[in-house]
């Protein structure tokens, strides 16, 4: 097994890295905020007579299809 080189960011890199990490806080509360508005219609429409029982189900579908749609470094676990 080879060790791993270290690599050095370039100032250029790390101010592209950080604005591209900002840029992703507005689209993740655009996302929860379109998923917090649809939540309700949604269930009324999957289950009319218990609808309000199901959005704990709903949720949890939404954050393990949200986490399974993460892209994933080559060998991590």
Same mark, same amino acid.
């Given at each position: 097994?080879?060790?791993? !080189?270290?690599?050095?960011?370039?100032?250029?890199?790390?101010?592209?890295?950080?604005?591209?990490? %900002? &840029?992703?806080?507005? #689209? @993740?509360?655009?996302?929860?905020?379109?998923v917090s508005s649809a939540?309700?219609? !949604?269930?009324?429409?999957?289950?009319?007579?218990?609808?309000?029982?199901?959005?704990?189900?709903? %949720? &949890?579908?939404?954050? #393990? @299809?949200?986490?399974?749609?993460?892209?994933?470094?080559p060998g991590s676990v």
């Amino acid at each position: 097994m080879s060790a791993a !080189i270290p690599t050095v960011m370039t100032h250029r890199q790390r101010v592209i890295g950080f604005a591209l990490c %900002i &840029a992703t806080i507005p #689209l @993740a509360v655009l996302d929860t905020d379109i998923v917090s508005s649809a939540t309700v219609p !949604i269930v009324g429409d999957l289950d009319p007579a218990h609808g309000i029982d199901r959005i704990p189900w709903l %949720i &949890a579908a939404y954050q #393990l @299809a949200a986490t399974a749609a993460l892209p994933r470094r080559p060998g991590s676990v």
